[in-house]
C-alpha cells in the first residue's frame, strides 16, 4: 500500500503502490501517513522522498469510496497533506506517470518536486464534480498565481512537465532515474531551512486587478458550465486562499468539499467516469467479448471521401502516426480535401506546440492523397465516408472487396443504414464493421462502433483498439436504423417540432434544452448540421418527395403524425447555417450567430392556421419532458432489443457524441435520478393527449422495470428477455 525502504544511509524512501493507478485509498493514506512519522522519529533519517510504484506517482483519491463517503467525514488526506508539509525533515516528491488530484496534493505538501520529462499533473476534480479537497485550492494559488490556478482548477486539464516546470509547480525536470534523482537532491538539501519551502506559509502573489480577475473567471466559468456547480465552487475556494488565512481557507475548501459530494452532480459526473471505463469491456450478445478477442494492428489506413467527416477522419489518422491513404473522386474534390486536411493539421500542430507537444505531426511522408483505388491494395483498414447512399456505397465496398488485401478491415461511417447489406456484397462480411464519427470528426470524442450479423470479434476489437488509439472511447452498439445515438435523436428532434406546430418558437425550444445542460438546443443543431441531410433521407424513405404517394395527407403518415414542417423549409432553401437560413436567420450563408426570423414566425402561423391548430402556450416542463422522456423512452426500447448491451454504453454516446451534460450522467442516468416511475407516467400523460405519436407511448421494457419495482440502473439489463433458444 505505501512501502518504506531506506536509499542509502539517510535518506527514507516511501513508495505508494496500488494498482492500476496508485488511488489513494483509506489504506494507502494511512500507509503513507505512518511512513512519514516513522521517517520523522528516526534520527538517522534526514531526508524523505515519496514516490509511486509502477511508474506512476498517483492518480489521486479512490474514486470509488466516494460514494460511501459520508459529507461529514473528515478528509484523512488533507491532514496526511499537511503532515507532510510539517515534517522536520525535507521531504521530496519524485513524480512519474501522473499526479493527479489528491497525488499532486500530497506532491504539494512536499518541500520540493522533481518530475520525469513525460509527466502530466493536474487537478481533474472539477471534471468529477468536486474541487481539490486535500487543501489544493489553498496551496496551488500560493504556489502559482490566481491566474494560472484558476485555469488548472476551474478545467481539470493536465499539463504536462515541461508547462509544470514554466508554471512552477515543479521545480526540476528529468529524463531518466526520477527517484535516483529525487534521493539525490533529498540528500543535498538536508539540513537546509524549510521554512521557505512550505506552500502553506507563503502569501498569494498579489495582483492589483485581483477582484476583477475573481469576477471575469466566475462569469466566465459559469457561460462555460452550463449548470454545471463545480467550476463556481472551484473558484469561490480559490477566492477563499486570496482573501482567508491558510487555516480558514481550508475550512472553506472542505465546506464547499461537503456541499459538492452531497450533490447529485457530483454522483453524476462520477458514475459518467466509470461508465467511459465501462464501455471498453465490450460483450456481444453471443457472450464473446474484449477479454477473449484480440486487435490486429493497423499501421495503414484509408479513407474514401474527404468531405465533412473524410477530413476529421483523415487528420485524425494522421495525429495517431499512422500511414495514411486518401481517395477522393476527382480531382477538384482531392484538392478541396487536400486543403482542407492541410489546414487542419497545421491547426492541430499549432495547438500541440502550445502545450509543449511535439508537433510532427504534419509529416507529409505519411499521407498520400489520391484518386487510384489502386493505391489501396496494401492498407489494413478502410473508412468509407463518401455520401450517405446505400448504392454508392455498396458500389464502393465491392470495389474494396476485390482490392484490398484479403485481411483488410473495411468500415463504414454511414450514419444510420444498414450495415449486413453493406457486408453483403464483400467476399469478407466478417470483416466489414460501422465506424461511425461525430462531427468534427478529430475534435468529437466519440466512436459508435457498429457490429453486423457477421462482424468478427477480431474486427470488433481491432475497431475498439483503433478508438483508442484515436484517443477517442468507443462504444459498440448493434445495427438497426440510426444505431443507437441517432435512432434515439429521431424522436427528440420529433417532438421538437410538433411543439413548433402546437405553439412554441425555436428559440423557446432551444432555450429549455440549454437551460437543461446541452451545449445546443435541437434547432441550433439542425442549423448546424444541416436541414438538406434530414430531408435527403426523408425522401429516401418515401416520406417526401416524388416517392410520397399522391393524396396523402400533408400531417399523417400511414396513422402517424407527422409535421411536414421541415421539407417546406428546404424547398425554400433554407438548409440552415450554410445558407445563411434556417430555422433561425444567420448574418451571411455560413455565419454563426443564430438570430430569430420574423419571416419564421409568419410561416408558423399561416401553417397553423392552414392546418385548423390553435396554437397553446407550451410551459419549459412540457418541452423538456417531451423532447427528453421520447429520446430516453428510446433508450430503453434500445436496451430491450440489445442494440445497446448496458445502460452505461446510451450514457456514454450521448455524452461524448451528442452533448448530454454530463453532470447529468446521461440519458439512461438521468432517468433512474428522476425515477422511473416519474418518466412512466409522464409518457403515458402525453402520449394519452397525442395518440398518434408512437414515440410517446412508454416502451414496454420501462414498463417492466417499473412494475419490477424499479431496480437500480446497474440491475437492468438482467431484465431483458434473452433471446429465445436457436435450439
Ligand atoms: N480512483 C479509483 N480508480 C481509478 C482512479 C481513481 N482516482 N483513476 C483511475 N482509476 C481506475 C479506472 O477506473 C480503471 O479501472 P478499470 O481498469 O477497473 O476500468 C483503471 O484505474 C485504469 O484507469 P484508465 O483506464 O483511465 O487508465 P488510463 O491509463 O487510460 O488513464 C489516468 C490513467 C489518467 C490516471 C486516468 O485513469 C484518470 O484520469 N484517472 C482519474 C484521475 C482523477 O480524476 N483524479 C482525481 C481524483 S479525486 C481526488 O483526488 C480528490 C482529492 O482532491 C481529495
Ligand atoms: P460530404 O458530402 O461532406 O462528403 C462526401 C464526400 O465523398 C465528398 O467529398 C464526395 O466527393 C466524396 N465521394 C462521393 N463519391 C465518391 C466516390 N465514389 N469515391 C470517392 N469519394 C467520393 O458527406 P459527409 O457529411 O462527410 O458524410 C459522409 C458520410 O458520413 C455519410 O455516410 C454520412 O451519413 C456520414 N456522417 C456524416 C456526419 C455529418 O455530420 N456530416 C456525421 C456522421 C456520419
Known sequence: MAQYRRAGAAVAV??????????????????????????????????????GANGKFSAGADIRTFSSLQPRDRPALAETVSLIERSQKPVVAAIEGVALGGGLEVALGCHYRIAHAQARVGFPEVLLGILPAAEGTQRLPRLIGIPAALDLITTGRHVLAAEALKLGIIDEIVKENTVERAIELASKVSGQPLGPRKISLKPVPDLPDMEAILSEALVKVKRKA??????????????????????????????????????????????AFFAERAVEKWTMPSGTSWKTASAQP???????????????IVTSLVKAKMLVVALEQD????????????????????????????????????LQFTLDFGALRDVDLVIEAV?????????????????????????????ALDIDEIAAVTSHPHQVIGTHFFSPAHVMKLLEVI?????????????????????????LVGNCFGFVGNRMMAPYVEQAIFLLEEGCKPEEVDQAVEGFGFHMGPFRMLDLAGLDVGWRSRKGQGLTGPKLAPGTPARQRESRRYSPLPDFLCEQGRYGQKAGKGWYLYEKPGGRTANPDPWLYNFLSEYRETHGIKARFVDQEEILERCLYALINEGFQILADRIASAPEDIDVIYIYGY?????RGGPMFHASTVGLPHVLSRLQKYSEAHPDIPKLQPSPFLKKL????????REWVSHVRQPSSKL
Open 298 to 312: 493497423i499501421r495503414k489506413a484509408a479513407v474514401i471521401g474527404l468531405g465533412t467527416m473524410g477530413r476529421g
Open 226 to 271: 452550463r449548470g454545471r456547480l463545480s467550476p463556481e465552487m472551484c473558484i469561490q475556494a480559490i477566492k477563499a486562499a486570496v482573501q482567508l488565512p491558510f487555516a480558514e481557507g481550508v475550512e472553506k475548501e472542505r465546506e464547499l468539499f461537503r456541499f459538492l459530494l452531497g450533490s447529485g452532480q457530483a454522483k453524476a459526473q462520477q458514475y
Open 659 to 663: 452533448g448530454w451534460p454530463t453532470h
Open 14 to 51: 516511501i513508495r505508494l503502490h496500488n494498482a492500476p493507478v496508485n488511488a489513494l485509498s483509506s489504506a494507502v493514506v494511512q500507509a503513507l501517513a505512518q511512513g512519514v512519522k516513522k521517517a520523522d522519529l528516526d534520527p538517522s533519517v534526514k531526508a524523505v522522498v515519496i514516490c
Open 706 to 713: 417499473v412494475a419490477l419495482g424499479s431496480p437500480p440502473l
Open 451 to 475: 457490429r453486423g450479423h457477421h462482424t468478427s470479434p477480431t474486427t470488433i476489437a481491432t475497431a475498439m483498439s483503433l478508438a483508442k488509439t484515436l484517443n477517442k472511447v468507443g462504444v
Open 331 to 366: 480531382q477538384k474534390q482531392l484538392d478541396i480535401g487536400r486543403e482542407a486536411v492541410t489546414s487542419l493539421l497545421q491547426w492541430e500542430a499549432s495547438k500541440m506546440q502550445q502545450s509543449g507537444q511535439s508537433q510532427d505531426i504534419c509529416d507529409p511522408a505519411r
Open 387 to 415: 455520401f450517405e447512399d446505400m448504392a454508392l456505397k455498396k458500389e464502393i465496398f465491392r470495389k474494396l472487396s476485390t482490392i484490398c488485401k484479403p485481411e483488410a478491415f473495411l468500415c463504414t461511417n454511414t450514419s
